[in-house]
């Protein structure tokens, strides 16, 4: 842009500083007083868990094939063992 046209322009700015919070606090107010994050993420393993229970021979060598591939999450931290 050649300074001419340049100087007809109005520099604009836009803080988001006060929308995020904003967002934020509604993002809390709709999980609502009950909500507790150590019960979801212990939720979540267990569901994990169960879902790759009593997988037979073939069917686990698949599994780990694809944790090894990078395909499925693995059994590290935060993850319930699936033996």
Known sequence: MDQ???AGL??????LTL???RRRASVMAALGTDWDPVAVLRGEDEAYALLYSGLDPEQRRTHDM???AGVLPGEGRGRAASH
Do not use: G, H, K, W
């Open 4 to 6: 001419e046209t340049a």
């Open 19 to 21: 929308e995020e919070a």
């Open 10 to 15: 109005t520099p604009f700015t836009l803080d």
């Open 66 to 68: 694809l944790v090894a």
